[in-house]
C-alpha cells in the first residue's frame, strides 16, 4: 500500500513465517509447499508419467474440462450451489480410529496424540477420494497404492523411493508433504521439529489433515489425467486447494472425521502458513498463490464440493498479483513508515492520514454524499463506540476513528501496513454504511479492490493509493486473528473475496 503516485508503493511485511517455501512443481513428487527448494541433485526419474511440466510458464492453460461419464457434460460453475455454510459446532468428530499402521505407515515411533485424528482423516479423504473420482470425474477409481508415509527421523522402515530416488526425511523439511506419482504415494512431515508439528501443538491436528488432503487432490489430478498436462503449478495448485475444501465441507453421513468450527480455521492456517513469498508471480514456477488466493480455492470447494471443482483446471479462479511494480518499490523494503518522523520525504504523510482520505474520497463517490471521517490518535474510549480490532475504535459521535498506537503500531510494524489499511476499511463502512459482519467484509474488499485491481473506478478518484503485493494478505491476517460478530472467518475473507473481485457491485445481492 501506498500514496502518492503509483510508484510510490511500500512492501508491507509479511505476516508470520513462511517456512522453508517449497514448491508442489517439483519434477516428480507434488509437495504441498513452494519454492525453489526442490534439491537439485533430484533427477526426474524416468517412471515419472504424472509430473507436471512447469517449466514454461507461457504455456496455455488446458481449455479441455475433464470428461464426466455421467452425463458426457463438463461441469460448469453455475451446475454447484457455492453458498457457503461454515460449520456450526466447534468439535470435531472422529469416529472411533487407531494410529493403524494399515492406514498410516510410520514404523518406529508411538503414536502421538493428533495421529487418531490424521488416521481417521485419512480414512476418510480415501473414502472422499472413490466418491470424487468415480462420482464427481465419472473416472475408475485406483486407491491409493503406495499408502500415506508418516516421515520422521525415527522412522524404522525407509519410506518408498519415489521413481527410483530416495525419498528422505529432509525432503520433508523442504516440501512438508507430497505426492508420488511415480509410485502413488503420499508421504507428510511426521516429525516433533517441523512446520506440521508446530502447527498442531498450536491449533491441533486438522493442519496436517487438510495438508493431506490437498495431496489427495493431487492423487484426483493423476486419477484424471491432468497431471502430466503442461498446465502452471498455480493452476494444479488451485485445484488441489479446492479439493481438499471439498473434502474438509464434504457432506456425507458417513464420515470418520467431520470437522468443527476450530478446525476449519485451522485449515486455513495452514494453507496461510504455505502461501507463496511476497513477490513472487503466481504463475512462475512452483507457484502457489498468496493466503488469499489459496483460501479462495479452499472456500470454492468448500461450499461448492468436488463438482465446483472440475472448471478450476479449464477456468481457474482469478488470482492477485504479487510481484512488484519497480525495483524502487522492492528497494524500499516493504515497511513504509507508520508516520513521519525521521522521514526526509517532504510529501510524507501518516498512513493514517492518506488512508483516511481515500476511504472519504471512495465512500464519498459511492454513496453520493460526503464523507469527511477523521483518524485521531488516542486510547480513549467515547460515547458508543465499537472496537473493529488491534486497537481501532469506531466513534459514531463525534464522526471519528481512534486509534490506539500502543496496540496498534507494533502490530502495523511486525505484520505490515495493511493491517491497518483493512481496519480503518472496517471502520469507514460501519460509519457510512452502518454495515456489520460479512456484509462488512465485502464493503472493505470493494475498495481494497479498487486500489487493488483498479476495475471499473470512479472516474472521479483522484486518489492514488495502490496496494502492494501482501496487502490482501494482511487483511486475511487480521480477519483470522479478530472475531467479530460470532460469524466465521471463512465466511468473512469469502465476502472479502467477494468485494475484491467484484466490487460494490458484488455486495448487493
Ligand atoms: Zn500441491
Redesign the pocket.
Given at each position: 500500500m501506498g500514496r502518492g503516485t503509483p510508484l510510490a508503493r511500500f512492501i508491507p511485511a509479511l505476516i508470520g513465517a513462511v517456512a522453508a517455501a517449497a514448491a508442489?512443481a517439483a519434477p516428480t513428487p507434488?509437495?504441498?509447499l513452494t519454492a525453489d527448494t526442490v534439491p537439485a541433485a533430484t533427477p526426474v526419474p524416468p517412471a515419472t508419467t504424472g509430473a507436471p511440466d512447469t517449466s514454461d510458464t507461457s504455456a496455455p492453460v488446458d481449455t479441455a474440462v475433464p470428461d464426466n461419464a455421467a452425463d458426457g457434460e463438463p461441469w460448469l460453475p453455475g451446475d454447484v450451489d457455492l453458498t457457503l455454510e461454515p460449520p456450526a459446532d466447534i468439535t470435531t468428530v472422529v469416529t472411533p480410529a487407531t494410529f493403524d499402521t494399515t492406514v498410516i505407515t510410520g514404523g518406529g515411533r508411538a503414536p502421538s496424540p493428533g495421529d487418531e485424528l490424521v488416521a481417521a482423516a485419512v480414512v476418510d479423504i480415501e473414502r472422499w477420494l472413490n466418491y470424487t473420482v468415480t462420482e464427481v470425474y465419472g473416472r475408475a477409481h485406483r486407491p491409493l497404492a503406495g499408502g500415506v508415509h508418516a516421515v520422521h527421523p525415527d522412522r524404522r522402515d525407509p519410506t518408498p523411493d519415489c521413481g527410483g530416488v530416495a525419498t528422505e526425511y529432509r525432503d520433508m523439511l523442504d516440501y512438508v508433504a507430497l505426492y508420488c506419482p511415480a509410485d502413488d504415494f503420499v508421504a507428510y512431515d511426521a516429525s516433533d521439529i517441523g512446520l506440521l508439528s508446530s502447527l498442531n501443538n498450536e491449533r491441533g491436528a486438522m493442519a496436517t489433515a487438510v495438508v493431506i488432503a490437498?495431496?489427495y487432490g493431487?492423487v484426483v489430478q493423476e486419477r484424471i489425467g491432468v497431471l502430466n498436462r503442461p498446465l502452471p503449478t498455480i493452476v494444479?495448485?488451485q485445484h488441489?486447494d479446492c479439493l481438499a475444501g471439498a473434502w474438509t465441507g464434504w457432506d456425507d453421513p458417513a464420515r470418520s472425521l467431520l470437522p468443527g468450527r476450530d478446525a476449519v480455521l485451522t485449515a486455513l492456517v495452514a494453507l496461510i502458513e504455505v502461501r507463496d513469498p511476497v513477490g513472487i508471480d503466481p504463475y512462475s514456477p512452483g507457484g502457489h498463490g498468496t493466503a488469499f488466493d489459496r483460501i479462495g480455492a479452499f472456500t470454492h470447494g468448500y461450499a461448492g464440493g468436488a463438482e465446483a471443482c472440475v472448471a478450476l483446471v479449464a477456468e481457474p479462479l482469478e488470482v492477485m498479483p504479487n510481484t512488484f511494480g519497480d525495483l524502487g518499490d522492492l528497494a524500499r523494503g516493504g515497511d513504509a513508515p507508520y508516520d513521519c518522523t525521521g522521514v526526509t520525504d517532504p510529501e510524507c504523510r501518516p498512513a493514517g492520514q492518506f488512508l483516511g482520505d481515500d476511504l472519504d474520497e471512495f465512500w464519498s463517490l459511492a454513496i453520493g454524499s460526503s464523507v469527511d471521517l477523521e483518524v485521531v490518535t488516542s486510547a480513549a474510549p467515547c460515547a458508543d463506540g465499537t472496537t473493529v480490532g488491534v486497537g481501532v475504535t469506531v466513534c459514531p459521535d463525534p464522526g471519528e476513528v481512534r486509534i490506539d498506537e500502543a496496540i496498534l503500531r507494533p502490530v502495523y510494524t511486525t505484520r505490515g501496513d495493511f493491517t491497518l489499511g483493512y481496519l480503518l476499511g472496517r471502520a469507514w463502512v460501519e460509519l457510512t454504511i452502518s454495515a456489520t459482519g460479512a456484509d462488512a467484509e465485502c464493503l472493505v474488499g470493494a475498495w481494497v479492490g479498487d486500489l487493488t485491481l483498479g476495475r471499473g473506478r470512479n472516474p472521479l478518484r483522484e486518489s492514488t493509493v495502490v496496494t502492494s503485493p501482501g496487502d490482501l494478505d494482511e487483511a486475511v491476517d487480521v480477519i483470522m486473528s479478530t472475531s467479530v460478530d460470532g460469524v466465521h472467518a471463512l465466511e468473512r475473507i469469502a465476502s472479502l473475496r467477494r468485494g475484491v473481485l467484484g466490487g460494490l457491485d458484488a455486495c448487493n445481492r
Open positions: 508442489c507434488v509437495q504441498l490437498h495431496e493431487h494444479l495448485e488441489a
